[in-house]
């Protein structure tokens, strides 16, 4: 059974494709690394794969189930969580409760139990609140689980979003750009992190401009660019790669 | 910490123990009565549309799901129904209606949702009178009275004073189921689409599915005041559910704050008081509102509810600890 | 239904999108720029109705310029009302809607006060009608048509030809990089504010020897722009010109025949335009 299939995937935002006939495979448990230059697709990809867009042609499928035009709370429920560029937290939430809150695929209680406040929805919630701490201690912010996200510094911000992220039982995590911002020595303990979680089983589609780090952890990269993938291979191969080269090079002779 | 819920719950004790005592002891004037009877429907309709900013949309309509358990309940009054069957077939009515409303329209973006809302909300006069089986605009009448099942034949519920406790026991119940909401799995996430819909989206909380929900149930119990309402007021005519009556609701409920359960009461009651005083400048009303709604959205965001963080300070009598 | 009907029904569908358009371009422009919703739109209509009553009746000032001043005033407390209130609250969706019901609230509760809630009346600038087609149509009801369509023109040229029409399209579409280009973001902002509030007042201005004038003919104002904007989308002149000439002629053909049941009809369709085409039928730009 594949995990992650990618089929002729195209998606049109009117004349301009953003995405063209791409195909791709994610291998369970590996650490994907999906790069290119700015506009490329990368997130237009995440957004398709999450669904927040629907294809315009082509097909996604997770586990050999199609998931193209299922909506995103779906495609959580089957699996796939999705972490955003921009802030990926709850804000006016304390920290614990952020990940409470996201614990929503780990609760048994429906709707009736939780609101009559049943014997059952309380041992339920019992057992999601203690691997909330979990979560929290194995993210080394246990310390910060009452205070606002929005009082956190940059960095444990961004080790939050990853934490909410992983209170919603993820087999296939999609980061975007989870290291925006960060320093060397944050970007480092994010990306033992990262590998921490695909030790625990999780697959993990990684999209980021920072390069060391995206070298230093994933064993596969796909280079995107205009919508297509120009690449596909080890780290090593993408690095000597020509065309890789061009395609970044291309990209700043535009910038300026 | 018990020590806080302690104190808390014996406030509530004595709070509700005072609204039971108020009208049998104090206070026998059957105006006084009247107004805070008025605030009890106001109250139940400030504190369901709460549940709408809850999951961050704003509702200027609310007051159209009010008229539709008002006409249904005197309807099936004047049937020969018993209120206490009209009472939850009006809310539930209402709160179809609300799906019915919400599952196409809560997925906009908020700005164009209250648009809709407005557009709904000031239909609902016209409609009104428009509409032969309601009225028109003489207004439906001789709404009966609900009764009481005994055993010995039925009381009626027909002064003041039996309405007043009527009127408390559904507001009770509805803080009660409110305020349950609230600590519910369902409240946070609420609070949390309120926020981050897209992050919410992504973890697997369906929001779409969660939004209707409030929002149905938001319009229930606004189908359960305007329940209350038509035997109470005996005849029901378009103008009692304009848009400016919705308003109303709406300035409660901002001012009084949307943070705790308790805030649309707190509103409700600032507001209903400084009314009282008001009576008869109904400009000068409408000024106040709009210096209120004003003012609580540049100084107090959270409303007068949120201040209630800052009564530990002044108890202590020093400075505030930031 | 004979010639000189239709031709009537058509003069009255003209003249009524044409306070339509001017409301809707008003408050598509403050969308645009301001990317926000103006709840209080329609007692800048409301405004502008009462400024020519004092001007025109009472002052006994010419009509036109009455047009001018009204547009004028309402233009200044707009640009002061963005500055000193809409301003500080940038970027925050919900408490600016409730700002703009606060606003809304506010000048309708001072014009209730100063102006007293009986119905005014505005005389006719214009005496006397053509007759076109078998139907008598009256030289005030040519004037709005005139008046409407000029202003249109005028701000679709200012906004494609001068400097400050495309310093405003530049902040509607990025407001960093027009800042970046050396926009002064927050003048453009302000005056974009005060010429969609002007707008608002021109068309309550033209309407007001029509009706009646009284403080609550904002709201209705309100709501049918609201309509136009729907039906033709938020953001660009064109969809308000065809919003206004549709809910016009609706409201001027069947609108006679629906009477009261005619807001059903709007509700309804503003639903389902809602639901499946939230752009509106002409998208937004």
Not at chain 1, 219 to 231: D, H, Q, S, W, Y
Not at chain 2, 145 to 161: C, E, N, V, W, Y
Not at chain 3, 189 to 204: H, I, N, Q, W
């Amino acid at each position: 059974m594949s995990f992650l299939q990618i089929v002729e995937l195209t998606k049109y935002f009117g004349g301009i494709a953003a995405l063209q006939k791409l195909n791709l495979e994610v291998k369970r448990g590996e650490i994907l690394g999906l790069i290119g230059p700015n506009g490329a697709g990368k997130t237009t990809f995440f957004n398709v794969v999450s669904g927040v867009f629907h294809p315009s042609r082509g097909k996604v499928l997770f586990q050999d189930k199609e998931i193209s035009g299922l909506r995103t709370s779906q495609i959580a429920h089957r699996g796939i969580v999705r972490t955003f560029q921009a802030t990926s937290l709850y804000t006016d939430f304390p920290v614990r409760q952020n990940i409470e809150v996201a614990s929503r695929l780990n609760r048994k209680a429906g709707f009736w139990s939780d609101l009559l406040n049943t014997r059952f929805a309380r041992l339920d919630g019992e057992r999601v609140a203690e691997t909330v701490m979990t979560i929290l201690e194995y993210f080394k912010i246990s310390h910060l689980k009452d205070e606002l996200a929005r009082n956190l510094p940059h960095g444990y911000q961004r080790i939050l979003g990853l934490a909410i992220a992983l209170a919603a039982k993820p087999q296939l995590l999609l980061l975007d750009e989870p290291m925006t911002g960060m320093n060397a020595e944050e970007t480092e303990m994010m990306m033992s992190l990262i590998k921490g979680l695909r030790e625990r089983g999780i697959t993990i589609l990684l999209v980021e401009h920072n390069m060391k780090a995206v070298m230093g952890i994933c064993e596969r990269i796909v280079v995107l660019n205009f919508g297509k993938k120009i690449a596909e291979g080890p780290p090593q191969k993408i690095q000597e790669s020509k065309e890789v080269v061009e395609a970044y090079l291309g990209a700043e002779r535009y910038a300026h | 910490m018990d020590r806080k819920t302690g104190i808390q719950k014996a406030i509530l004790l004595a709070a509700v123990l005072l609204f039971i005592l108020l009208p049998l002891t104090i206070v026998e004037d059957p105006y006084f009565l009247h107004v805070l009877i008025t605030m009890g429907f106001s109250l139940i309709m400030a504190v369901s549309l709460r549940q709408i900013l809850m999951i961050g949309q704003l509702s200027f309509g609310h007051i159209f799901f009010m008229a539709v358990g008002a006409y249904t309940c005197a309807l099936m009054l004047k049937a020969g129904f018993s209120f206490w069957v009209c009472l939850p077939a009006a809310g539930l009515l209402s709160g179809i209606l609300g799906l019915v409303v919400g599952l196409p329209t809560l997925r906009l973006r908020g700005a164009y949702f209250a648009i809709l809302t407005m557009c709904y909300g000031a239909a609902t006069v016209p409609l009104i009178g428009s509409l032969g089986f309601l009225g028109r605009w003489t207004g439906l009448g001789d709404i009966p009275h609900p009764t009481i099942p005994f055993l010995a034949g039925s009381r009626q519920i027909a002064d003041k004073t039996q309405y007043y406790f009527l009127i408390l026991g559904l507001v009770f119940v509805t803080l009660a189921i409110f305020y349950r909401l609230d600590k519910s799995n369902f409240g946070a996430e609420c609070r949390a689409i309120a926020q981050n819909a897209s992050l919410s989206e992504s973890v697997g909380i369906r929001v779409t599915r969660v939004q209707v929900t409030a929002f149905s149930i938001a319009c229930f119990f606004a189908g359960i005041g305007g329940a209350f309402f038509a035997p109470y007021m005996r005849i029901l005519a378009p103008e009692a559910f304009s848009i400016w009556h919705g308003a109303d609701f709406l300035v409660f409920t901002v001012i009084g704050g949307v943070g705790h359960v308790l805030g649309p009461l707190v509103g409700t009651m600032v507001i209903g008081m400084l009314n009282e005083f008001l009576r008869g400048y109904p400009e000068i009303q409408t000024i106040i509102y709009a210096l209120a709604l004003i003012s609580a959205v540049f100084f107090i965001p959270g409303g007068l509810i949120s201040l209630r963080f800052l009564i530990p300070q002044w108890i202590k009598g020093g400075a505030p600890s930031e | 239904m004979d010639l000189p009907f239709l031709m009537q029904c058509t003069i009255n569908a003209v003249v009524l999108a044409s306070t339509y358009i001017l409301m809707a371009t008003g408050l598509s422009l403050i969308f645009s720029i301001l990317k926000i919703i103006n709840f209080a739109h329609g007692e800048f209509y409301m405004l502008g109705a009462f400024s020519v009553y004092y001007t025109c009746k009472i002052a006994q000032i010419n009509f036109f310029a009455s047009l001018v001043i009204a547009m004028i005033i309402l233009f200044g407390l707009g640009t002061i009302l963005e500055r000193k209130l809409w301003k500080p609250l940038r970027d925050q969706e919900l408490p600016t809607v409730i700002l703009s019901f606060g606003v809304l609230l506010l000048l309708q509760g001072i014009a209730m006060l100063i102006f007293g809630e009986k119905d005014k009346a505005v005389p006719s600038a214009f005496e006397g009608k053509i007759t076109l087609w078998g139907a008598s149509i009256t030289w005030e009801k040519i004037a709005t048509i005139l008046v409407a369509a000029g202003t249109i023109l005028f701000l679709h040229l200012m906004i494609r030809r001068t400097k400050i029409g495309k310093a405003m399209r530049a902040v509607a579409q990025d407001r960093e990089a027009a800042s970046a280009q050396g926009i002064r973001v927050n003048r453009i902002m302000s005056l974009g504010f005060g010429l969609g509030c002007s707008l608002a007042a021109l068309a309550g201005a033209l309407m007001a020897p029509a009706y009646f004038v009284n403080p609550y003919i904002g709201v209705t104002a309100l709501i049918n722009s609201f309509i136009v904007v729907v039906l033709g989308g938020l953001g660009n002149i064109l969809g308000a010109v065809v919003g206004g000439l549709v809910l016009g002629f609706i409201q001027s053909f069947i609108g006679v025949y629906l009477g009261g049941l005619y807001h059903i009809f709007a509700l309804l369709l503003i639903v389902v335009l809602l639901v499946v085409k939230p752009q509106g039928l002409l998208g937004h730009g």
